[in-house]
């Protein structure tokens, strides 16, 4: 795996999350960086290669791919050398898609309802993530057992749903911030190399 990658970024969004993994994996990639003040990422050429004129996104031999999800999961995939994904027909391949996509399908929009403060649903059982409890509580036991979401396997699962708790607690989100479990968690994964390269990237000069 040697074509280059070609990365739109900005460091104030979700491609932080995609910058780590980025650097995880080792793979050769280029950075085009994208202004949100200058509209960068609504230029008929941005939206030429994601309509959706957000970030992260990346383009691997012609192909584009969107969705921080998607994206940190192909990363895994293209350089198993990694290890950052198990095998297909290990059983811990059950648990990593899991946590990929509850990431994206139940904590994400519940971290997003709760910081915009959007009114509690009425109908619990017809909203995915339930409550913004019952998210915290799934990942919270899960983490008890740890030390990552796949047990002892650091996974690319860790690098998405990990940097979500992060941000989540330095903007104080409920339930997340002086608590052992995840105190614990979050010291072990922002002490990986990777993410202290991408940490120190981003400092404003
Ligand atoms: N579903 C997308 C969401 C991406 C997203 O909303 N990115 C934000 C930055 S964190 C963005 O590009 N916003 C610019 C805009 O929509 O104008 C993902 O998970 O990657």
């Not at 290669?49 to 940190?72: C, F, S, Y």
């Not at 990929?100 to 399908?105: C, H, P, V």
């Amino acid at each position: 795996m040697t074509d280059e990658i070609v990365f739109y970024h900005n460091p104030q969004s979700r491609a932080q999350m995609a910058h780590w993994m980025l650097e995880e994996v080792g793979a050769p990639y280029r950075i085009v960086p994208i202004s949100f003040e200058k509209g960068e990422h609504k230029t008929p050429e941005f939206l030429a290669i994601n309509p959706m004129g957000k970030l992260p996104t990346i383009v691997h031999r012609g192909v584009v791919v969107t969705e921080t999800a998607a994206i940190i999961a192909y990363l895994a995939d293209i350089v198993p050398a990694a290890g950052l994904a198990p095998g297909i027909g290990d059983a811990r391949r059950g648990a990593y898609y899991r946590w990929l996509f509850f990431g994206a399908g139940c904590f994400e929009p519940a971290l997003l309802d709760t910081m915009l403060k959007r009114p509690p649903v009425e109908r619990k059982s017809a909203v995915g993530y339930g409550s913004y409890e019952d998210v915290i509580h799934a990942l919270k036991i899960t983490l008890e057992k740890g030390p990552y979401l796949l047990g002892d396997m650091f996974s690319a699962a860790d690098v998405y749903v990990g940097s979500q708790i992060n941000w989540a607690r330095m903007f104080d989100a409920p339930g997340l911030k002086g608590d052992p479990v995840f105190d614990a968690y979050i010291t072990a994964i922002t002490d990986r190399p990777a993410y202290k390269r991408v940490a120190a990237a981003s400092q404003p000069a």
